[in-house]
């Protein structure tokens, strides 16, 4: 258990539950909810329990239990009332916060658990949707906030993946009811963050058509050979990180030179890094997203 994380700060409270650290003085000094402890320079320092017990009260909050009637529960019935709750909605509401928990402690078996509750009531394309990607859309910030390191981040989006390849790997057993198309998913040299293309790969197979997934670090002219197999390919990036944008005129130079030249091959490319291309200025066959929903809606 000594990779735990077991003292959390007040900024980590908020940053995890939402609520704003103002407002958790508040519920701490006023009704008594939270007991931190305190570091010999008097900086408030909260435990996991705490933590556990801020998510819950969050989750009450949340669906309209006001906080002078939440602070009147008696304490170990709190996770009572969320399980109640929870039973008569829906988990996804507690869905996140278990994620969360999940990761700050390296649960595996907390996160099959929430994913498995989820998959009772929803389909994995809602999921991700509905679940995974605000879930992922918060990590940036708790990975910028310090909440979280590089560590848990990689524990949870591991796990996504796992997910992801699991339903993609279903609809693979079927054949390819449109032709017209390929889609060659891959990432640029030294870009690494694949959850999102992953999704889209998934996305395109669920709606009938053939991929060729190549994933990571894909330098450009390892590309050529495809040309020799099939004619028109939609060749689908995700530029997070690189090209950077001193490398983005190039990359556009060098993907007309290996792969845009016969007028039949294309690319759809979405991510941060989009930002820093002339969209004016690009070739008809280069086509910019500025989502995966975007994506999935030209498909």
Same mark, same amino acid.
């Given at each position: 258990m000594n990779n735990v994380k077991k003292s959390f700060s007040i900024r980590d409270l908020e940053n995890l539950s939402g609520i704003k650290a103002?407002?958790?003085?508040?519920?701490?000094?006023?009704?008594?909810?939270?007991?931190?402890?305190?570091?010999t320079t008097n900086i408030r320092t909260y435990s996991l329990e705490s933590l556990q017990k801020l998510l819950n009260i969050?989750?009450?909050?949340?669906?309209?239990?006001?906080?002078?009637?939440?602070?009147?529960?008696?304490e170990n019935e709190i996770p009572l009332v969320v399980r109640e709750i929870v039973a008569r909605s829906s988990v996804q509401n507690h869905a996140l916060n278990a994620f969360k928990l999940s990761m700050i402690n390296f649960d595996i078996s907390l996160f099959q658990n929430t994913y498995n509750k989820l998959l009772a009531e929803k389909s994995f394309r809602e999921i991700f949707w509905d679940v995974f990607i605000p879930l992922l859309n918060e990590l940036g910030l708790l990975w910028q906030t310090d909440t979280i390191s590089p560590a848990h981040e990689h524990f949870i989006t591991n796990l996504i993946k796992q997910k992801i390849y699991t339903s993609t790997e279903k609809l693979q057993l079927i054949e390819p009811?449109?032709?017209?198309?390929?889609?060659?998913?891959?990432?640029?040299?030294?870009?690494?963050?694949?959850?999102?293309?992953?999704? &889209?790969?998934?996305?395109?197979?669920?709606?009938?058509?053939?991929? &060729?997934?190549?994933?990571?670090?894909?330098?450009?002219?390892?590309?050529?050979?495809?040309?020799?197999?099939?004619?028109? &390919?939609?060749?689908?990036?995700?530029?997070?990180?690189?090209?950077?944008?001193?490398?983005?005129?190039?990359?556009?130079?060098?993907?007309?030179?290996?792969?845009?030249?016969?007028?039949?091959?294309?690319?759809?490319?979405?991510?941060?890094? &989009?930002?820093?291309?002339?969209?004016?200025?690009?070739?008809?066959?280069?086509?910019?997203?500025?989502?995966?929903?975007?994506?999935?809606?030209?498909?």
């Open positions: 103002h407002t958790i003085r508040i519920w701490e000094k006023r009704y008594d909810l939270l007991s931190p402890e305190r570091t969050t989750l009450l909050y949340n669906n309209g239990y006001k906080i002078s009637k939440i602070s009147k529960i008696p009811t449109k032709k017209d198309k390929v889609f060659v998913l891959f990432l640029p040299e030294n870009e690494i963050h694949e959850i999102g293309l992953l999704f &889209i790969n998934y996305e395109i197979i669920l709606r009938g058509y053939k991929t &060729i997934y190549l994933g990571q670090t894909m330098p450009l002219e390892s590309l050529t050979d495809l040309k020799n197999y099939y004619e028109n &390919i939609h060749f689908v990036s995700y530029f997070t990180v690189v090209p950077t944008k001193d490398k983005m005129e190039s990359y556009i130079v060098d993907f007309t030179k290996y792969l845009g030249d016969n007028g039949k091959s294309s690319l759809w490319v979405l991510g941060r890094q &989009i930002q820093h291309l002339n969209k004016e200025k690009l070739p008809s066959y280069i086509r910019t997203f500025t989502s995966v929903e975007d994506i999935s809606a030209a498909l």
